[in-house]
């Protein structure tokens, strides 16, 4: 399974844009770039998922980089609640699908 | 919210008793997957299932044992539960990561071996 790298640990000020970096050299073909975080106490969820192109959603924005070999999950405006551990999963799109995590940026947001 | 549901959401058990999870969903995803989270650490895949009786080891399936003999029904087993499985569980279900579906995970059960 291809490895992902994250940095342990990030901060932020509430209502500024966050940028968590996740590095995939080893990235193949047909895996996709996923996205969770966990909060506090919860299981985690799902935030957002891209294969080659950019994508929004109403959570947040996934930047690839054209040689897919590392991606941006982009919070734009911080608050609170989104103080979580943000996890960059590969999934293979036509093989085995183990959905294997790594241990994930715990990002800080203070008010 | 997705139709995932763990029980028991706690339980304190015995060191060298069984113990049984269950992982419930009313999705009809095909994945499902059993995951251990201890403190500090990221979540360790233990077992998972891409079909009924089919299942295979994930990172630290030695102490458990998974069934599926129904689409909506994954259970882990804890054949002699020892102190070192004290952990947070979590199922996840999955419809495939093909088209890149996401995975939904359940609340979680806090299994506490003495």
């Known amino acids: 399974d291809a490895k992902t790298t994250q940095p342990n640990s990030m901060e932020s000020n509430e209502e500024e844009p966050v940028h968590l970096p996740c590095n995939h050299s080893?990235?193949?073909?047909?895996?996709?770039i996923h996205w969770y975080r966990q909060l506090p106490s919860q299981g985690p969820e799902y935030v957002i998922h891209?294969?080659?192109s950019n994508v929004n959603n109403r959570m947040a924005s996934l930047a690839i980089a054209e040689d897919r070999k590392s991606s941006t999950l982009i919070l734009h405006r911080a608050t609170l609640r989104d103080a979580a551990v943000y996890y960059c999963?590969?999934?293979?799109?036509?093989?085995?699908?183990?959905?294997?995590f790594g241990t994930g940026t715990r990002l800080q947001v203070f008010p | 919210d997705a139709g995932i549901t763990q029980s028991p959401r706690h339980k304190v058990t015995e060191t060298g008793t069984p113990v049984t999870l269950r992982c419930h969903q009313t999705?009809?995803?095909?994945?499902m997957y059993w995951y251990r989270q201890d403190p500090g650490h990221g979540l360790r895949l233990i077992h998972y299932?891409?079909?009924?009786?089919?299942?295979d080891k994930g990172e630290v399936s030695d102490g458990y044992s998974v069934s599926r003999s129904k689409t909506e029904d994954f259970l882990l087993t804890l054949e002699s539960a020892t102190s070192s499985q004290t952990s947070v569980y979590f199922c996840?279900?999955?419809?495939?990561?093909?088209?890149?579906?996401?995975?939904?995970f359940g609340q979680g059960t806090r299994l506490t071996v003495v």
């Open positions: 996840a279900i999955s419809s495939g990561a093909r088209l890149g579906a996401e995975a939904f």
């Open positions: 080893t990235i193949s073909g047909t895996d996709y």
């Open positions: 891209g294969l080659t």
């Open positions: 999963i590969l999934r293979d799109g036509y093989n085995t699908d183990k959905l294997i």
């Open positions: 999705e009809n995803h095909r994945y």
């Open positions: 299932s891409y079909g009924v009786k089919d299942t």
